[in-house]
């Protein structure tokens, strides 16, 4: 099988380690950065590289092409790709608008071939094990999702002019994976009210998002800051048979299912309990990542994705998945247009 990669930047990095584990693929790599290309080609072994798509897609005529540059191309390409025979696993978020991702999903229908979104955090070992949970019906009804995200690689956001360009900004490379997770445990949402604050007093970026959404089953909230301490990644999935706490970075779950009480007998059992738990997951969340690939939510998702080609079945993520993170992503850019960033020092009463 030949696999095309376009887009040789950061991202890249995680889909070609996910890539090496695939077994009967031919990589060639394609960046209008040519000396990028032939840098990433020389650390992963790789011999063919391409300065323009087009003459990837013509000259080796490949059967899937993973999509990695800026959202601003990635419905100009995934349409060439798809139109050319290729199938497609294209970077979050899938394109600009849910106009752009419906054009999208009509190329994959018309020319047939399978359009996967790479909704990466989905497929994070406990993610996967609190969808399971979820699943089997062990959470009971979802009635509530909180995710929380610290962003860091600051560098990054101070440096990628793209990011600014897009809707929402710089927030628009983190939020896809938020709207994602709570469409995953709430079913589709709705943004009821968003709005994002500047910090005083710090280097930027440090503007905070918070939403509230609306579910099928129950209520969400996310958060994406720039400033707090330390790194992390959590989400918190409560349920009216269990609560599960998830740090997706450290790749732990903890599921609450027992209340404590006033009294100091019943508080000792309920922490003691939660302790135990903690400490066998933070064992075996370590043992897991031994010998594991860096990038394991990449790894799980192009290994699916492979797997779905292979036996005629449809992606992990389709783009159907991928249109609908992106129609509430246009919801939330609408809210904070209608509310706009305050300015630091504003919105503390007195």
């Given at each position: 099988m030949k696999v095309g990669v376009i887009g040789c930047g950061y991202v890249a990095q995680g889909h070609l380690a996910a890539l090496r584990r695939v077994r009967g693929i031919e990589l060639s790599l394609c960046d209008t950065d040519e000396k990028r290309a032939a840098e990433t080609a020389r650390s992963f072994g790789i011999s063919r590289t391409y300065g323009d798509a087009n003459d990837l897609l013509g000259g080796v005529m490949p059967d899937v092409v993973h999509i990695l540059t800026p959202p601003q191309s990635h419905k100009r390409l995934a349409i060439e790709a798809m139109?050319?025979?290729?199938?497609?696993?294209?970077?979050?978020?899938?394109?600009?608008?849910?106009?752009?991702?419906?054009?999208?999903?009509?190329?994959?229908?018309?020319?047939?071939?399978?359009?996967?979104?790479?909704?990466?955090?989905?497929?994070?070992?406990p993610v996967l094990r609190a969808r399971k949970l979820m699943q089997t019906g062990a959470l009971g009804q979802v009635v509530g999702v909180e995710v929380f995200f610290k962003v860091y690689q600051q560098a990054r956001y101070r440096t990628s002019n793209w990011m600014r360009t897009l809707h929402g900004g710089i927030h628009n490379e983190s939020a896809p994976h938020l709207v994602a997770l709570q469409r995953e445990f709430l079913g589709n949402v709705r943004v009821v009210s968003a709005v994002a604050k500047p910090i005083e007093g710090l280097p930027q970026p440090s503007t905070e998002l918070r939403a509230l959404l609306e579910g099928e089953s129950g209520l969400g909230s996310m958060c994406i800051s720039f400033s707090s301490a330390p790194p992390q990644k959590h989400l918190t999935i409560y349920g009216t048979r269990a609560t599960v706490d998830v740090d997706i970075l450290n790749g732990v779950l903890l599921e609450r299912q027992h209340a404590g009480s006033g009294q100091l007998r019943g508080r000792a059992r309920v922490n003691a309990e939660y302790a135990l738990r903690l400490l066998g997951q933070t064992v075996s969340g370590t043992l897991d990542g031994l010998g594991k690939p860096r990038w394991r939510s990449h790894a799980n998702l192009v290994a699916a994705f492979y797997d779905s080609l292979r036996a005629g079945t449809p992606p992990p993520v389709s783009g159907q998945d991928g249109r609908a993170v992106v129609a509430v992503l246009d919801q939330l850019w609408a809210a904070l247009k209608r509310r706009p960033a305050a300015r630091p020092g504003e919105g503390a009463g007195g």
């Open positions: 139109e050319a025979g290729c199938h497609v696993l294209v970077e979050k978020p899938m394109a600009l608008d849910s106009g752009e991702a419906d054009e999208m999903i009509e190329t994959a229908r018309r020319t047939g071939r399978s359009l996967c979104v790479c909704h990466n955090y989905l497929f994070e070992p």
